[in-house]
């Protein structure tokens, strides 16, 4: 699908813009940085390793989405919802594990626009918090490779609290963390977690066209707005003094 302008308002929502915020929060995978060739090379060496078939970085790309238990499940058997052989998986996955440890920053890059997006951000004096399924062991490395981590306040990845997105707790965790009302808090994200997540909560949400939406249309999501970069969500909102 073409999509040309650099933002696209979801009329649906009838939102007005500017939308005044206080807090942004922000997804990781497919949404600040670019994870899947070195998530996909940890699940083709995981392959090799079994003695199975490795598949397409395009393939598993569209496995993304729901955490790495979730992508080797899906590498596993090939499908989004089915379940492999229990002590394949229990095989599996910490052979997956450590092969991302290892290769973790090869070839992850932030996204165009994401810098300067986050600088905008911050010279506008919002609070940034980032919210993603990934566990700590690996966010937290990760945002150190690329230079990211120090934007932001407080970062809560997949094993931080007791429920992680699609729930609201994350979300409703950041709002409390920074005296903010729902209302007062942006979500920018690549997916339906962080839709529902996101509506559940009662904030506003952006997304971003660029991401792992399991192969999913991202317009098809309940959002605010589709921004190209994070540069672009910075005109659709305004800092609350």
């Not at 997956?96 to 920053?105: G, I, K, R, V």
């Amino acid at each position: 699908m073409n999509h040309s302008s650099s933002s696209h308002t979801a009329s649906v929502n009838k939102t007005a813009f500017p939308i005044a915020i206080k807090v942004i929060m922000i997804d990781l995978d497919g949404t600040l940085l670019d994870t899947a060739e070195d998530l996909a090379l940890a699940a083709n060496l995981m392959l090799k390793d079994l003695g199975m078939p490795e598949q397409s970085t395009a393939t598993i790309r569209s496995y993304i989405g729901k955490g790495i238990q979730k992508l080797v499940k899906r590498t596993l058997t090939g499908q989004l919802d089915a379940e492999p052989d229990t002590a394949l998986f229990a095989k599996a996955l910490p052979i997956y594990e450590q092969h991302y440890a290892n290769n973790l920053s090869v070839n992850t890059r932030p996204y165009a626009g994401v810098v300067e997006g986050i600088q905008v951000m911050q010279q506008a004096g919002y609070k940034l918090a980032c919210i993603t399924n990934k566990a700590e062991a690996f966010t937290l490395p990760l945002l150190h490779a690329t230079e990211l981590f120090d934007k932001f306040e407080i970062v809560l990845s997949g094993d931080s609290l007791p429920k992680k997105k699609p729930d609201p707790m994350p979300l409703t965790h950041i709002c409390k963390y920074f005296d903010a009302q729902p209302h007062e808090a942006l979500l920018i994200g690549d997916s339906l977690n962080d839709a529902i997540a996101a509506r559940a909560a009662g904030c506003h949400v952006f997304c971003v066209p660029y991401g792992y939406n399991e192969g999913r249309d991202v317009y098809e999501l309940d959002c605010d707005a589709i921004v190209d970069t994070l540069l672009d969500a910075t005109k659709l909102i305004k800092s609350i003094a």
